[in-house]
T-cell receptor
């Protein structure tokens, strides 16, 4: 079946450091790929998405490129802020619209 | 910005009580979902609906039940709460499209059963 694997956390960075959170997937067909973010005590918010191979999703300085050849959708940001501290989820959508989530990666950014 | 609401945000209740977690959305979305989020943060789909009078069980078995009598409303009920039901419950909705659908999430209900 379809699945998503994320790098384990927590990831701890200093402010202004470069961020990469790895995400790889296994899927049949042509899923869309998503990154969601969850701040403490809140629900999930869509951060960015990509619907086909080589698409790049971007939002709030975060980027991820849909790489079909490596089945990856790594999240990157050039300079993280303390306010980016949260849990990040990679997900793929099946043809039904159901989402398959990775296990989540906690990011802690220290001033 | 998504308009999806969950009440209550926090609930502490004793074993054996019946509870209903409310979820409403004002976007006219046909698809709605309930997820259970464990302390390790993993998300598990427990129920979903593709429209009025349609409900399906998700990937994780749950003792809860759901109903979908109105498009905007998707409540989750536990007939007899137990400590094992302690968790965060997240509701989401999306358009009745397909693989490019985006799901929009509510703020969640944190349930504690004593």
């Amino acid at each position: 079946g379809n699945s998503v694997t994320q790098m384990e956390g927590p990831v701890t960075l200093s402010e202004e450091a470069f961020l990469t959170i790895n995400c790889t997937y296994t899927a049949t067909g042509y899923p869309s790929l998503f990154w969601y973010v969850q701040y403490p005590g809140e629900g999930l918010q869509l951060l960015l998405k990509a619907t086909k191979a080589d698409d790049k999703g971007s939002n709030k300085g975060f980027e991820a490129t849909y790489r079909k050849e490596t089945t990856s959708f790594h999240l990157e940001k050039g300079s993280v802020q303390v306010s980016d501290s949260a849990v990040y989820f990679c997900a793929l959508s099946e043809y039904t619209g159901k989402l398959i989530f990775g296990q989540g990666t906690t990011l802690q950014v220290k001033p | 910005e998504a308009d999806i609401y969950q009440t209550p945000r926090y609930l502490v209740i004793g074993t054996g009580k019946k509870i209903t977690l409310e979820c409403s959305q004002t976007m006219g979305h046909d698809k709605m979902y309930w997820y259970q989020q464990d302390p390790g943060m993993e998300l598990h789909l427990i129920h979903y609906s593709y429209g009025v009078n349609s409900t399906e069980k998700g990937d994780l078995s749950s003792e809860s039940t759901v109903s979908r009598i109105r498009t905007e409303h998707f409540p989750l009920t536990l007939e007899s709460a137990r400590p094992s039901h302690t968790s965060q419950y997240l509701c989401a909705s999306g358009l009745a499209g397909g693989v490019t659908d985006t799901q929009y999430f509510g703020p969640g209900t944190r349930l504690t059963v004593l």
